[in-house]
């Protein structure tokens, strides 16, 4: 790619942005004084907001690819009129800024300055295992090392970054206001003010709670990891085991003796304490790592290491997360061992090997119920049936063998011994058979669970359930289990390590409460998601949403007002700090650190509660030394901005964020709701209006990765591909729930396609003059088309841009609109030309639709049409008529015109008895038919009668109930074979056409079309002549594949029709590159034919006309000057006729009643501009 083209778009965007900055055409303030209007009121605005970034580094192509669905919304809004504001602000609060700077502390004093870090292990790289050093992270974004010592600071990174990512946006071209930007934390005194005010109205409103809970925690940084603080496992939360303790039976094994006359469990967790009647046997993995430690009660349990530090986090241990082992043990320690196991119908169970066992999830130890377990199951059989298996672990046979599977839950297809029913089910040999297994679990855990009935213990009768609950209940009052949690998978921190669940003193917002999920769900019920399944995301998310812990010991952020020792979390402060934008300029200027009071003159101190309430609430004016007008100004700009008319995130916030934002808004403003006003304001609800989420982005079909290189920030992204082709590039990415994908070389595409297109604009500007000037009381039908194509391009680039599909939008108004300029200007081309008040139509209204995406590019060129004022101030463009038949025959044109193409070239690599191998065909005719043959007639009829209309789409019944539907008409029996064929045609065009491909005949006339476009078709397909036919005077097998829609074109070098005369053309005029010279006029050519000759094979331009004149005193004379005696124009209705046998010319006027008139050898021709 040139560089050249790429920096000449630069240059122009540069200087749009140098224009739109010093315009300031993206500040938006609410209507002052005298501002009145559709335009000014509250009904005509639009506020759109995208969740802050993290400012631990620049901006990239992830965040670029979310926030441009909110950027090219407010492009689209401002030209239908709205009045649009999109602020951003930048997040630093939580612990990743402080854990990274942290992390570059440690290094330096570990590696030195600059750092050396130690080579690689060869075999844990090998494996995978890298180790990632901060320092090397901050070197992947540029910078130098004194640079980098200076983020040790968790300060400087909030004066570093978040101007950059201002810089970032402008350099984009994004339509935000950047007055309103602010940064988070206790930095910001206003934003610190603000969200203090927020949660002390939070706990006022009973929506935070103070207790123990489990949550994910993060022993290094020694508090709670919610999802944005995790480097893996967001979205993973506790789940609840119950803990199966197996009391172990003395004599103990030799690694045991030492714990003699002491109470030792092996503990397991399990998901299924109802099956614990079934137990046989107790597994451990023989070469596994576990540890013996002791527990509050002086009690000592066996487990995994990581399992028991789980459990010291849970308040198992003396010491809040501190295990101390007594001694480390291996499973084959442990084999053999006796056991008691609670509920289980055996008095003593033994420890047996299990070489399948994970040990980064649950404790190790599994508790063994091969009645219903299908990996109990074949592990006990395997033992059971392989003496050399038992003989190998030192397992004696009174361990295994006398133990049998107990019938415990009868389940309807699985009998009582569900796991044996699906082992034989799915032909589970051994306990290797993982895939087989896996399947066989599935069918027995769902069934059992949801169809299930108990056979024994104190529940027999009830469903499994119900009985579930009741006989954890039990087992936790005998002692025989404890409740255990850990997270449900691995989940590591930002700090690097592997979280644990533990039970926490914390502050927590009570999002599980049934009366707050009752109110939010009314926030989603009228809320606009675009998308079904992002409602359902948010109703699940609603259903399940427990506890959401709001304080931290660590990081950056707002003290909890009334705990200060605690710090507001990162999802906590981000819930309405939309909110926030509407005053933010007024209070801080633009000042990122809010360190300059605003415009306003307001200083932080001022921002008491009762001022907050009064903005955010109104009534009575608060006792302050705050001016009556400046208060009444913010609570002005509150009223008129809010709700938020759109928020748009990715689809992971959803079951996070996303439906905090929703239960926050409840809480804070709970009336008045939907649909209803406050009795006293007047004003409306304030819940948010939309919420749209996208998929990820992919980076030329790979995962973004640092680590991988896989990476681009936003400002590369710009400095590559420009702002514009960045844009369209991530326009064209996709618009769904599913992964995008951003592919260099479509942005390399897309930015040469924006060059092309501003030198074609160029060009034709510069060329205005060559062309017709009609208006459109003089258009030509060919000018009338690409009319209605115009604004059927606008009314489906609209209905996209509304959609919020901007794939689709950019499909129509930037490709599919140009693909239609094309066929314009090539058919115009072999006609009278184009017409420049059409073309500016054109220019002006594929501007404007592009605008939203490339704005740059757009107003570059409404600069170039000679417009003084900004395009982002201008209008969408206003939709005409859209002539249905027109639309029809320019798409069938095209259509045809390919399949031209394609014929054409298959016959030019084959030998015909038409065309040799090779040789480019010179003449063509086109067989078009006007109707159906009558058993075609018959099945199109059928299958309108019976097509059904089936959510939304067009079915027909299967092929075979069509076929049966077909043989008892008795007129298609002999056509039985050729049936299916055609109506999988139909079927085909059903999606397209919808009904229409099942009519009769054509909604145009076909053989019209074609021959009103000839002297394009000659052109495009290189021809000399081509001749249009109906298919009647065609051959049978002809007429048998010409059908309505589908012409039948035959191409070779001797032309069709071979009744023809030469004759000399002769151009009298003097001093015009304009000659005599031959040519054949065939029987049957009207006017139009004969000026095209004239006009190809002098290459007279376009806007010139031709008009053709025959002699009258002698038609063989031939003038030496441009004397017009003597001729007279001949009629553009008129035909010209041979006599087959002399080869004489007569020309047919219908003025003359028809009357051959002989033409003789020679014709005149005159060229006029």
Excluded at 454 to 474: E, I, R, S
Excluded at 801 to 815: I, K, L
């Amino acid at each position: 790619m040139s560089f050249a083209k790429r920096d000449t778009l630069r240059s122009i965007e540069k200087e749009v942005q140098k224009r739109w900055q010093e315009e300031k055409v993206f500040e938006a303030d609410a209507p002052k004084e005298g501002e009145t209007g559709e335009y000014f009121s509250h009904d005509n605005k639009y506020f759109v907001t995208f969740p802050y970034p993290y400012m631990n580094g620049r901006l990239h192509l992830g965040h670029t690819y979310s926030l441009s669905k909110v950027e090219f919304a407010v492009g689209y809004q401002r030209l239908k009129g709205k009045r649009c504001l999109f602020p951003f602000g930048l997040h630093c609060t939580g612990m990743p800024i402080k854990a990274c700077a942290d992390k570059l502390r440690c290094e330096m004093a570990d590696f030195g300055y600059p750092p050396t870090f130690p080579p690689e292990d060869p075999e844990k790289k090998a494996r995978g295992e890298t180790t990632t050093y901060q320092w090397n992270i901050m070197k992947s974004l540029g910078l130098e090392d004194k640079e980098i010592k200076k983020f040790a600071d968790p300060l400087y990174w909030l004066g570093y970054f978040p101007p950059r990512a201002i810089s970032d946006l402008k350099s984009l071209g994004a339509k935000v206001d950047c007055r309103r930007s602010f940064i988070t934390t206790s930095i910001n005194p206003y934003y610190d003010s603000f969200v203090r005010w927020q949660f002390l109205t939070l706990k006022d409103r009973g929506k935070i709670m103070f207790g123990k809970r489990y949550t994910v925690f993060s022993p290094l940084d020694n508090q709670a990891s919610m999802d944005h603080e995790r480097a893996s496992g967001e979205g993973v939360g506790p789940q609840e085991f119950t803990l199966i303790k197996m009391k172990a039976l003395e004599p103990y094994p030799e690694k045991l003796k030492s714990l003699a006359g002491q109470s030792v469990f092996l503990v397991a967790a399990t998901l299924r304490p109802e099956t614990m009647y079934g137990q046989t046997n107790c597994w451990v993995r023989p070469d596994m790592k576990y540890v013996a430690f002791r527990v509050a009660n002086g009690d000592v349990f066996v487990s995994t290491m990581r399992s028991a530090l789980n459990m010291a986090y849970q308040e198992f241990t003396k010491e809040f997360g501190k295990v101390n082992p007594l001694f480390e043990l291996t499973g084959q320690d442990l084999l053999g061992l006796a056991l008691k196991a609670p509920l289980s119908v055996y008095d003593v169970i033994y420890t047996l090997p299990m070489l399948t066992i994970k040990d980064d999830k649950c404790t190790g130890v599994v508790t063994s119920v091969p009645s219903d377990s299908p990996d109990d199951y074949a592990a006990l059989r395997d033992l059971q049936n392989k003496a050399p298996l038992r003989q190998k672990y030192g397992i004696k046979d009174e361990m295994v063998m006398p133990f049998k599977p107990i019938p415990i839950i009868e389940i309807p297809e699985l009998g009582n011994l569900s796991a044996i029913a699906a082992c034989d089910l799915m032909k589970v040999t051994s306990q290797n058979d993982r895939d087989k297994l896996e399947k066989a679990k599935e069918l027995t855990y769902q069934k059992g669970f949801y169809e299930g009935k108990m056979l024994v213990g104190d529940y027999q009768g009830q469903k499994v359930q119900d009985a579930k609950p009741k006989v954890q209940k039990q087992l936790l009052d005998s002692g025989g289990a404890a409740l255990y949690q850990e997270p449900e998978k691995t989940v590591i921190s930002r700090s690097g390590d592997v979280c644990v669940v533990a039970l926490c003193d914390q502050w927590y917002l009570d999002y599980g409460n049934e009366s707050w999920k009752e109110q939010t769900r009314k926030v989603l019920k009228g809320l606009q998601t675009y998308s079904d399944e992002v409602r359902h995301n948010f109703e699940g998310t609603l259903d399940w949403l427990h506890e959401h812990s709001c304080s931290r010991s660590y990081g950056l952020g707002t003290l909890i007002p009334w705990d200060p020792q605690y710090v507001i979390e990162s999802l906590s402060d981000s819930t309405i700090y939309m909110a926030y934008y509407s005053v933010a300029y007024f209070l801080q200027g633009g000042v990122l650190d809010g360190s300059v009071p605003g415009p306003l003159g307001i200083r932080p101190e001022q921002m008491t509660r009762e001022v907050w309430d009064f903005v955010f609430f109104g009534g009575e004016v608060p006792k302050t030394d705050i001016p009556v007008s400046a208060l009444r100004q913010l609570r002005h700009e509150f009223t008129y901005w809010y709700p938020v008319d759109l928020r748009v995130s990715g689809k992971d916030l959803v079951q996070n964020h996303l439906s905090y934002f929703l239960f926050n808004h409840q809480a804070i403003w709970p009336k008045p709701e939907r649909g209803e006003k406050d009795p006293v304001t007047g004003l409306g609800c304030l819940w948010p209006v939309a919420v749209r989420a996208n998929g990820h982005l992919l980076l030329n079909s790979e995962k973004m990765s640092k680590s991988t290189g896989n990476f681009l920030t936003m400002h590369d992204a710009v400095e590559r591909f420009t702002a514009d082709g960045t844009r369209l590039a991530l326009a064209d990415a996709g618009d769904t729930l599913e992964d995008a994908n951003f592919v260099f070389s479509m942005a390399d595409g897309g930015l040469l396609r924006l060059y092309t297109q501003l030198e074609w604009i160029k060009e034709t500007i510069a060329s205005k003059d060559t062309m017709r000037n009609d208006p459109p009381a003089n258009y030509s039908y060919l000018d009338r088309m690409f009319e209605s194509q115009i604004n059927l391009t606008i009314k489906q680039t609209d209905q996209h841009f509304q959609n919020m599909m901007y794939r689709e939008a950019m499909t129509t108004g930037f490709h599919m609109l140009q693909a239609y300029r094309d066929q314009y200007r090539e058919i115009a081309t072999a006609g009278d030309g184009m017409n420049w008040h059409l073309v500016e139509r054109f220019i002006e209204v594929q501007t404007l639709l592009l605008c939203p995406v490339c704005p740059h590019f757009a107003e570059h060129v409404w600069t170039l049409l000679g417009k003084k004022e900004s395009i982002m101030r201008a209008s969408w463009p206003q939709c005409g008529e859209v002539d249905d038949l027109l639309i029809r025959e320019a798409k069938y044109l095209t259509d045809v015109s390919h399949e031209f193409r394609v014929r054409m070239k298959k016959m030019t690599e084959r030998k015909g008895k038409n065309l040799q191998q090779g040789v480019l065909p010179e003449f063509g005719v086109i067989y078009v038919a006007k109707q159906y043959p009558k058993w075609q007639q018959t099945i199109l009829k059928t299958l309108k009668e019976l097509c059904r209309e089936q959510e939304g789409k067009l079915e027909l019944p299967s092929n075979n109930e069509l076929l049966e539907k077909f043989r008892t008409i008795e007129e298609l029996k002999p056509f039985m074979k050729k049936i299916m064929p055609f109506v999988q045609s139909l079927k085909d065009g059903l999606a397209d056409k919808g009904l229409e491909a099942l009519d009769l005949t054509l909604r145009f006339d076909e053989q019209a079309a074609i021959e009103r476009h000839l002297p394009y078709l000659v052109r495009s397909l290189e021809l000399k002549e081509l001749w249009v036919e109906s298919v009647g005077s065609a051959d049978s097998k002809i007429q048998e594949e010409c059908l309505p829609g589908r012409p039948y074109s035959i191409f070779s070098t001797t032309p069709y029709q071979t009744s023809y005369s030469v004759i000399m053309l002769v151009n009298p005029q003097k001093c015009l590159p304009y000659f005599t010279f031959q040519s054949p006029v065939y029987d049957g050519d009207d006017y139009r034919k004969v000026i095209d000759r004239v006009r190809r094979a002098n290459q007279i331009p376009a806007k010139a006309k031709v008009k053709i004149l025959r002699y009258i005193k002698d038609n063989r004379f031939i003038p030496i000057s441009d004397d017009s005696t003597g001729v007279v124009e001949i009629g553009i209705r008129s035909k010209f006729s041979v006599d087959k046998d002399k080869k004489q010319l007569f020309l047919i006027e219908s003025t003359d009643g028809n009357q051959p008139i002989p033409v003789g050898t020679h014709l005149q021709y005159i060229v006029t501009a």
